[in-house]
Every structure is written in C-alpha cells, then in structure tokens.
C-alpha cells in the first residue's frame, strides 16, 4: 500500500521535527496501534510458548548430563527402543480411538440435543458440558475411585448384580480401555457444544427443500448436514487429536503407565524418563516426537478446509 | 604532620591475616551468620510431623540469628521431584531441598558437596547406611546428607491372629520386641516358607498382598527378594548380568508366589498395599509402619494385630529394601555455611530422637546407632508392634538397582525393570527367557550416556 502525505502550501521540511512527525504517524497507524494492542499476548506466547517449546528442542539435542551436543542423537537412540515403539504404538490407539469415539457421540447427542424442544434444550447443554468444565485432574481422581483395583465401585455394583469383577485397570487391555473412556467421557462434551453450534447454522430451508424432493432422515443427513458440517467436524477432530496425543493427567492418575508400561501415551513415558529418572534431554525428545505427526496431520486437514472454503465461496 | 601508625608492610600482613582468616574460618554462630535460609522439605504425611521439623528449625534460627523458612513440599505427583527439578533447571529457589532416594544423583552437578558436614556427623555417631552411601556419594564426595525425616525401609508388616489361626505360625516369638531372638527361628523364616504361609493364606481368604505394578513399594520389596536370590541387574562395571542362574530362579520363584496373591496388584499405587491390609482382607504386607498407624486411627481392631518384622531370607542373604531422603544445598544457594549447620544440627542424634518420635517410629535415621530410640519400643497396639522395624538382625539394606553404577541404577529403579519382569511372567505368562532377553536389551539402553 502506497501512503499518501498530505502536505500543506507553504509548509517546510524541519529536519528536527521530522523523526517525531513520523513517530507520530507510525503510532497512529492501525497495524501500530493493533500490534500494541496484541503485544502483552505475544509477550504471554512468546515467554510461556515460544521459549519453552524452542529450548526443548534444544534440550532435546543435549546429552544426558546436558554437557554435551548430540544433535539428533537422542532421538537416533529411542528409535531403536523397542519400549518406545510400544509407546508410540499406544499413543495411536488411545489418541485416534479417543477422538473417533468422542466425535462419534459428539455428533449423535448434538443432534439429540438439536431436536429437543427450544424450553428444555438449554438444560441439557448445560448439564451436558458438566465433564468438561470439572478440572481434569479431579475428574480423573474420581474414575480411578470407580475402578480402584481392591474397592471399585463399578465392581461393587456389577458384584450386585451378580456378575464377575472386572480388573480395570490392573489387566492392561482393560486399563486402556478405562483411560479411552474417562478421555471420551471428558471430550465428547467439546465435540457435542461445537457441532451443535454447527448444525445450527445450517439452513433450514436445505431441509425443507430436501424434504419436498422426498429425502429421508438418512439422506438429509449425508446429503445436507455432513457436508456442511465438514470444516468444523475436521477442525475439532484436529484440535482434539492435538489435545489427546498431548494427554497427560488421565494416564497419569490412573495408571501411571502400568501395567507392564501398557498405557504409558508420549506425555508420561516423556515424564518417566525426564523427570523420575532424571534424563531431561531424553524426556523432551519423547515429548517432541508428537510435533511432526501433529504438524503433518494439521496441514492435511488444514488443506481440506480451505480447499472446501473455496469451493464454497 | 603526623605520620600513619603502620608500616605498609604490616598493613598487608594485617589485611592477608584477616582476609585468610575470614575465608577459611568455619561457620560461625555470631550475628554476622545471620541471613535468611529457605528450606523446601518434604511434606510429612503422620499429622503433626513437620511441627517438630518446624520447632527444630526455629529453635536453631533464633540461636544463630537466622530467619529461616520452610515450604512443605508434598510427594503427591511427584511434588517434589517436579519442584526440584525446576529449581535446578533455573538455578534459583530454595537454600535447602530434600531430595528422595535417587534425586541427589539426578542434581549432583547443581549440588553443594557437603563432606564436612557428613563426615562430622560420621565420627560422632559411627557408622552410616551403605544405601545411603551408595546414593548420596558421587567420585568419593557428599552431595546429600541423609535425612532421618522420610527416610524408611520396608520390611514385612503381618497380621500375627492370621499367621497364627492359618499357619501355626507365632511372629512375635521369631521376631520378639526385645533383644532376645533365637537365632534358629529367625533363620528358619526364610523365601520357602514365606511361600508356603502364603500358599495357607490365600486358601483361607486372607492372602499377602505384594504391590507388583510401577510404584516405589513394589519396586523396593521386588529388587530386595531378587538381591535375596543373588540376582543383580547390572554391576558397577556396565556388565549386564541379568542373564543368570539367579534370575530365573527369581522369576520361577515370583511364578509361584504370585499365584497366591489378589490379581489386583499390578494395578496397585503406593496407597494399594497399605488399603489391602487396614481393610481386613488380607494377611501381610512388605511396607513401612504408615499402613500400620493408619489402621491405628481407621480400623484399630487390625492394627492390633499388625507386626513388623524382617524379611524372609533367600539364598543370598536377608535383603530389605532401603528408601534414604536426603537433604541437599544448592550450589546456588545464598547462605551455605548456615544451612550446612542447620543440616548438622538436625541429624545429630538428640533432635533424630524428636523426629522419629513424631513420626511415630515411620522415620527411620541412616545411622545404625540411633536404632536404640525408645519410640519403637513404645509404640503401640500393640506393643512393639514396630521394634523389629529398623534392621537389628542379619537384615541387609538394599536398593533395587545396586550395584548398578548410581546414574544407571536410578533407570533400573524409575523404570521399574525389575516388577515389570515379574509382571510379564506373572501376568504376561510370558517365557522366562524371553522377558530376561527384554530386560537385558533395556538395561543395554540405559548405559547411554
């Protein structure tokens, strides 16, 4: 953009005065006052984001006294770990199986909650948000309460009903699937307040058309409410998906990775090393390897919604 | 005009004298040592602990003019640790940390080496625990001293009616709350008939309940019946010796016992063992007294019958495990001399006797010769229930990933390597020789450097 000075008839140029007419000028622009606007959250990003995420890759680079170099040496060694493997594998399972469950049920009760009558429909979103907005710390504590290993009280009511004990968490196929579920049970409400909001901008007069042309529940949903919900559905999956592969606290209060190191997802495997057994740079290594899978799996979904937002502008 | 008193020669005598004198004088207990200290300890979990922890250090800053302050740091996720770690990282924070087990290995480059202080405290109360030697010495220097709060070992803890009614067995005459054992009895408690009192117990209902999942109970009690064996991971010279005789003895031994005991505890956390035996349902523990003082105050009618005694004895030798805290002095710390003579102060013997009675006998001192404490000789129900709780027989400490050079170790130990192994053959039904295979192939990945 070309900016146009304005000058006055007989004006002079002031050599002096000129840097502070400018300063003023650039204080005055938009982009100037946006920026100074937008600078203590860039100061916020940048000290509680930026810093930390660029010296953990430096600290990933380091040796295990942290003495030393090694560039990607770290990550060279936990490739060749059959542990870590195993943790990536986990990773996976519980990331992918988290989300598609919880987009699964987001989807379902959003359109549940969507067809209930106006009156009683804000009650239910906001009983419906309640997992997600109890600290996942204290929600966590109170799961592994249900499935405590001696005095669970899912045991004691299926005990009651006559059926055998279940060992949630100390058989390590149902551990995982007691930190999928606890992990479903905590998301799904993102999934269900984020595509109800989706489905309520989709036009009605779509429905009433499709309607006319004789299409069924089933088709209007195919034809009409998933493609319009497309974008929102692939950007709460990828958020979700970052969220999830990052998690933490679940696993950590739950299982702490047992048994026999099962459940351990990045984040936990990355705070055994790291901090329990006092290898930092290899604890961030672990940490760093979500960032490429996350980054690729962005830009490809990423890519879909924009393509689509063309498409449809 | 009169001329200056002093030669310029005396004048730098003077000032070398007093600057020398001043630099290697020892700390002082005068006004010019008075400052600021800040302490960061480990939250006591027996109610009222760190009051005399607390007292302790008041009494000795308002005698040496020293405002000294404590942060109470709890254990729960690693607290701690996490604290620690970030003080170390950015080189700020407390004068004084206590550290867990392995933590002054982790920090020993950011720590003070305090061998004046240790070596004092050793020639006036004798000798000190090789555990916490092993963990709190790095290139023949000190880095840690061992605190007497926190510190444990974790031996047997068994309920003396169910041993009695469903084993023939009486406890308190093999491990007697005196002086007075006999031999022959002690030695006949030993890995054979631990399994076959276990064996009678968990046909009666009431089986032993041994943690075996990735907590510090499972791992101390597991490396110290593996030691028992003769089994060691890795020696002192990155010589990886799991693959043995001993090992698979171990694990065939673990194979058997674990038959006998709830399926649950692979899921279990430092509190699982400790619930196993307040609730009624099982028969024996390996823990330090807390499951015992907790059942005192929820479920007394079991505490009663709680007794801690040795560990059974294995082919090698009667091994415990040993958990040292320790205190640490960063070497960023702003006043050292004063938190060395605080930290001197606080282990000598008298104020020990305090916080091991306020502990109510938990805390268990690294030097063998305070092991003479009233406090385990008083406690009760019933009475005597702990006097067997530090070492007094051929008991050995332990920890597990000794002998392990001490940075490898803490992988052993924090990767619980050792409870894994059980786990697989155990739960896994995995072939012995193909969880050793594993276990050989982690170890081979510790050693980088």
Known sequence: ?313 | MPRFGMSRRNLLKTTTVAAASIVSAPYLRHSYAAGKLALGVWDHWVPGANNTLTKLCNEWGEKNKVEVTIDYITAQGDKDVLTASAEAQARAGHDIMSHRAWQIQVHRNVLEPVDDVVKALIAKAGPISPVAEYLAKSDGKWFGIPTTVGSQVKPCCSRLDLYQQHCGLDLTKIFPNDAARDPKLVDGWNWDLYLKTAEQLFKAGVPVGLPMGQSSDAIDSTGAMFRAFGSVMMDEKDSIRVNSNETRAALEYFKKLMAFNPPEVYAWDDAGNNRWLISGRGAGIMNPPSAWAVAKRDNPKIAQQCWTHDMPRGPAGRFVGQLPFFYGIWSFAQNKPAAKDLLQFLSEKDQSRQLVAASIGYDLPSFKSYYDFDTWEKVEPPLGTVYNYPPRGDEQPSITGYPARPDVATQIYNQSIHTIMVAKVCQGNEPIDKVVKWAEGELEGLLRT
């Not at chain 1, 493997?85 to 519980?94: L, N």
């Not at chain 1, 992918?96 to 909650?113: E, P, Q, R, Y």
């Not at chain 1, 006092?278 to 979500?290: I, K, Q, T, Y």
């Open chain 1, 1 to 313: 953009m070309v900016e146009i000075v304005q000058r006055y008839p007989g004006q002079l140029d002031v050599p002096v005065a000129r840097p502070r007419a400018s300063m003023r000028r650039f204080m005055r622009r938009r982009s100037t006052i946006a920026f100074l606007m937008c600078l203590p959250l860039i100061t916020i990003v940048a000290a509680l984001i930026v810093y930390p995420a660029f010296y953990s890759i430096y600290l990933a680079m380091l040796s295990k006294a942290q003495t030393k170099f090694v560039g990607l040496g770290n990550f060279a060694y936990l490739l060749g770990r059959d542990t870590f493997w195993m943790v990536v594998e986990q990773s996976a399972i519980f990331a992918l199986s988290a989300v598609f469950f919880k987009a699964l049920i987001g989807l379902v009760t959003a359109h549940l909650v969507n067809n209930l009558p106006a009156k009683g429909q804000r009650k239910w979103r906001g009983m419906l948000l309640v997992p997600w907005v109890i600290p996942l710390a204290l929600s966590s504590l109170g799961w592994w309460w249900l499935f405590d290993p001696t005095h669970s009280a899912l045991n004691w009511v299926i005990r009651g009903f006559g059926g055998n004990e279940i060992p949630w968490l100390s058989d390590p196929y149902w551990a995982r699937f007691s930190v999928i579920l606890v992990n479903v049970w905590y998301g799904a409400p993102f999934f269900l307040i984020m595509y109800l909001a989706a489905l309520k901008s989709v036009p009605e007069q779509l429905y009433e058309a499709a309607a006319i042309d004789g299409a069924n529940a089933w088709q209007r949903f195919v034809h009409i409410t998933l493609p319009m919900m497309r974008n929102i559905i692939a950007i709460t999956v990828l958020f979700s998906l970052i969220v999830t592969f990052a998690n933490f606290d679940i696993v950590q209060i739950m299982t702490a990775g047992g048994p026999r190191n099962m459940t351990h997802v990045f984040a936990t495997y990355a705070f055994l090393l790291g901090i329990r057994s006092g290898d930092l740079p290899l604890g961030a290594a672990v940490s760093l390897f979500m960032f490429p899978i996350l980054a690729i799996s962005a830009v490809f979904i990423l890519r879909g919604v924009r393509k689509r937002g063309r498409d449809m502008g």
